[in-house]
């Protein structure tokens, strides 16, 4: 009964207790599920217009974070340097698109998703090679990203908020609603839906295929560049990141692979859901459970509701 | 010249359906016994024995579970490390419990552990498949990497935390601990690989591994004609499991002898396993070995190769080049052969048996 | 094998399969509204309509791949509303696909042989072995599967990956994988979409020797109409899910309703 108490009814009375560090703990779950959903984003864009299952996303955000201190440490202002990594995150697109998808087109997902494995050991070492495996500093100030923290006199308490943190949700939203735009409105985003439809049906009427998964993993490049900003200027820019990029899978799982909201509301549920875990149910066993408790939210859900969050029921014909 | 079936005439259903139809394979095969059995540790170095080939043994029984899984029954894991651990772990286990016991008893029987955990994360795969499954494996994979660290019961309560594998006999011979010599850890890890390989391919030429095949080609025609998904996709995590936890319990007892179990087994091992998988043939057991040999051999031989033939490396530069060197062959060979070494090797074989004649 | 049945021509014998008031929905897409037929020992009983009729939703439904939100299907006597293909596979019900569903990465005779699952009964400990009675299962049902090879004549290709070969020998192939299951009914969802004069008349002869040398009672879905007349004994017309003609080939092509059906209704 004890260990009843302690599991069911403890830690409800303890976020009663104590509605600032709920509303604390809460508020650390939405900033990284808004990281998440950011890694989520760029799955989620070459998966709908590529069916790739692209695993090296993670990857990109620590290489394109890498770079852009890369430059910076090189004397280039930090502006520029932007520019620059930009322009390294084009470059990729474009050779990831000639010597890794054009060759490989028509062959079946689970060898593109394997070879993505290969861009990701690449840019592994080319990382490693280049910039040394050590953790970099991000050069937040630098482009005039806010630091310092915010503290409300709340609920009985004080709440904390980073303002770097709420940066990273405003720019976060702001790219998005960008995106949403761009794929709303323009030509090539009208192609774009029409690629991720069906790919022969988009060939057939004169879309280029090749102009598109270009623009598509470019646009993953930038979707990476500001996690990598926003991830780089909370911790540091380090190949760590790589396994906590890991956490945008059940993210996906939750949302949908092809659904952007599914990819903004998975993430924060996933955020909010393994901090507040963390936080309450942790300590019953020792601590650390936020290293696979997504992973365990995202198979129960998947469990009742296989499509995801925002997939329509799947209709199996024969 | 040497290599082709004419004036073999197969008389039975049972010649044509052995493993081997040609009998220079059969030929082959046992060479290769002999220069395992033999050849190796008659002229092999202790170095070669102990950093080569028991590596390339073990990884070999780890890609074989793998295939079973991935490349036969079309169920993507990326849990293989953390199965592994749950095999090296119920071998320290038992081994503390029963130290009575041969511990190549207890190597085996970890294996069944490890199917069993293997099983309860398989589970999920009725409802879910491709992708998804692979993320539902991948919480197999931190799940059981947290007990590994979190469970000190697990670690006997070392100070270290790590698996202190102590010496254990057969024979009177030490073939576990510090004082085995890298020669009787090879025999006993060779013999378990050549047993253990004869199984696998019995079981995926026979009645189970259709099923599992057909359950990868085409789920749903197989169920209408009559396999049970869920039970043969259990059986395919269940064997798949046996043979990382085997490979697993390998690891710690017959090559590493103990050490940092957290790191052996974590996410990077499974994708290790994975990558071996897709090298060396999704589907083929001859190319799980080609896959083995391949990835394990490959940081030794860019930490000591260039060295030897005049190229300085600081040993950091090796490993990133081992990444960028891994990470552009899996490109490279997805690019030219999706099917992987083994099917290279099957076109080699198949233009050995036209020789001379281009066709 | 099996002693022959009563062979083609026969429509006297009893009930195998009854569909009683079945109706299956998808959402709010109706697939099928309160369709009854039978199938009766023995004959070949052919299911037409225009496309989206629901034909292969009623095939689907029949072999428990689909579960009807309404009516039952009575097999061999047994009646059921909703069980697994599984069940169904074991029953006695076989199948091949509209879009061949072959297992393309494995040979002729594997595949085939993957039609004996169900027959086959050594355990796993046996099958580690690869001897003794494994083996001894192996090469008995080996010996059926040549057979079929033979019956099909499709010994050429025994060894081919199925991925590599032509449409046509794909769709005999997969006929052998049906029939390895020694069915007592077996579906058919259009088995000579896509082929040729010659490939189609190959197969209805396969079809008809299938129907008289194993006495198999089969049910097929096929839009060659020259076809169906000529190898059905009755005809089931579906349009829009619903049933409006049963009867003879006779009947149902002199059946006003699926001649407008087919031709349209001047409005």
Request: hydrophobic content about 55%; aromatic content about 12%.
């Amino acid at each position: 009964m004890d260990i009843l108490y302690k599991v069911l009814i403890d830690p409800f009375v303890q976020m009663g207790a104590a509605p600032d560090l709920l509303v604390q703990t809460v508020w650390e779950g939405l900033v990284s599920g808004v990281l998440y959903a950011l890694i989520a984003l760029g799955f989620v864009l070459i998966f709908k217009a590529s069916g790739v299952f692209n695993f090296a996303q993670g990857i990109m955000v620590v290489f394109a974070g890498l770079t852009l201190v890369g430059f910076h440490e090189m004397g280039v202002p930090a502006i520029l340097a932007v520019i620059l990594t930009l322009g390294v995150m084009f470059l990729l697109a474009v050779s990831v698109e000639r010597v890794v998808l054009r060759p490989l087109v028509n062959q079946p997902d689970i060898i593109l998703f394997m070879a993505t494995f290969g861009i990701t050991y690449l840019l592994i070492g080319f990382g490693e090679l280049i910039f040394g495996g050590n953790p970099k500093r991000m050069i937040a100030e630098e482009l005039y990203l806010p630091t310092g923290s915010i503290e409300f006199q709340t609920l009985g308490g004080f709440v904390q908020l980073q303002k770097i943190d709420i940066a990273a949700a405003v720019i976060a939203a702001i790219m998005i609603a960008a995106l949403a735009f761009f794929f709303q409105t323009t030509r090539i985003g009208r192609a774009l839906r029409a690629v991720a439809d069906s790919h022969k049906a988009a060939l057939s009427v004169g879309i280029s295929l090749n102009q598109i998964w270009v623009i598509v993993w470019f646009t993953a490049g930038i979707v990476a560049l500001v996690t990598g900003i926003m991830w780089g200027a909370r911790s540091d820019v380090s190949f760590a990141l790589q396994v906590i990029a890991l956490k945008a899978l059940p993210v996906l799982i939750l949302g949908g692979f092809t659904s952007v909201p599914g990819a903004i509301v998975g993430g924060l549920i996933i955020g909010i859901g393994e901090k507040i875990g963390e936080f309450y149910w942790g300590p019953l066993v020792g601590g650390g459970i936020e290293s696979w408790l997504a992973y365990f939210i995202a198979l129960g859900f998947l469990l009742f509701r296989p499509q995801g969050l925002f997939g329509e029921k799947i209709i199996e014909r024969i | 010249m040497f290599y082709r079936e004419a004036g073999q005439y197969k008389t039975s259903y049972a010649a044509d359906m052995a493993v081997f139809p040609i009998r220079q394979d059969l030929i082959g095969v046992l060479l290769m016994l002999a220069v395992a059995y033999v050849a190796i540790p008659m002229f092999g170095s202790e170095f070669f024995l102990s950093s080569v080939m028991i590596p390339f043994l073990v990884f070999s029984l780890a890609a074989i579970g793998l295939n079973v899984l991935t490349g036969y029954t079309g169920l993507i894991s990326l849990g293989t490390g953390a199965f592994m651990g749950v095999g090296a772990y119920a071998c320290y286990k038992l081994t503390t419990i029963f130290p009575g016991v041969n511990i190549i008893v207890w190597i085996v029987v970890s294996g069944f552990f490890s199917a069993l955990v293997g099983v309860l994360f398989g589970i999920p795969s009725l409802r879910i498949k491709g992708f998804y499954l692979a993320v539902a494996t991948l919480a197999a994979q931190f799940f059981l990497q947290w007990c590994f660290v979190r469970i000190p019961w697990l670690y006997n309560y070392n100070a270290s935390g790590a698996i202190e594998v102590a010496q254990r006999t057969l024979f009177d011979i030490p073939i576990t601990g510090a004082r085995a010599t890298p020669e009787t850890r090879y025999f006993v890890l060779l013999t378990i690989v050549v047993v253990l390989t004869w199984f696998a391919s019995n079981l995926v030429h026979g009645r189970i591994g259709r099923a599992w095949m057909a359950v990868r080609d085409m789920d749903i025609a197989a169920e209408l004609m009559g396999i049970k998904l869920l039970d043969t996709k259990l059986l395919a995590f269940a064997v798949s499991s046996f043979y990382a936890g085997v490979a697993g319990a390998c690891m710690m007892f017959l090559w590493y002898g103990g050490g940092e179990a957290s790191d052996a087994f974590n996410i990077n091992q499974s994708f290790n396993i994975l990558f071996m998988v897709i090298i060396g043939g999704l589907g083929s057991l001859i190319g799980s070995f080609f896959g083995a040999a391949f990835i394990s051999t490959l940081p030794t031989v860019l930490k000591f190769g260039l060295p030897a033939i005049g190229i300085p490396l600081a040993g950091a530069t090796a490993e990133h080049l081992t990444h960028i060197v891994v990470g552009g062959l899996i490109i490279f060979f997805l690019i030219v052969e999706p099917h992987g070494l083994a099917r290279l090797w099957q076109i080699g074989k198949q233009k050995l048996r036209m020789w001379p004649f281009p066709y | 094998m099996r002693a022959p049945g009563d062979g083609h021509g026969t429509t006297a014998g009893e009930v195998l399969l009854a569909v009683e008031g079945v109706s299956l929905s998808f959402g709010g897409v109706k697939a099928i509204t309160d369709v009854s037929f039978d199938i009766r020992k023995g004959e070949i009983r052919a299911i037409i309509g225009p496309n989206g009729a629901g034909k292969t939703s009623m095939l689907n439904v029949i072999n428990g791949f689909y579960h009807p939100q309404q009516g039952r299907i009575a097999f061999k006597g047994e009646t059921r509303k909703r069980m697994r293909p599984y069940v169904a596979a074991s029953q006695g019900i076989a199948r091949t696909f509209q879009n061949v569903a072959l297992f393309k990465g494995m040979s002729t005779i594997d595949n085939i042989m993957a039609g004996r699952t169900l027959k086959m009964k050594t355990g796993f400990f046996w099958q580690c072995l690869r001897h003794g009675p494994a083996l001894n299962e192996e090469i008995e049902h080996r010996k059926f599967v040549e057979e079929i090879i033979d019956f099909l004549e499709i010994q050429a290709i025994r060894k081919m990956p199925v991925g590599k070969l032509p449409y046509g020998l794909q769709k005999r192939v997969e006929l052998g994988r049906a029939l390895a299951m020694q069915p007592d009914l077996l579906l058919l969802d259009e088995p000579m979409a896509g082929m040729n004069l010659e490939e189609k008349e190959d197969m209805s002869r396969f079809i008809i020797d299938v129907n008289n040398q194993y006495g198999t009672t089969i049910a097929l879905i096929e839009h060659d109409m020259g076809v169906v007349m000529d190898l059905s004994d009755r005809v089931v017309v579906l349009e829009y899910g619903r049933k409006i003609a049963d009867g003879t080939p006779a009947e149902v092509s002199a059946d006003q309703k699926v001649i407008d059906a087919y031709l349209g209704v001047p409005h």
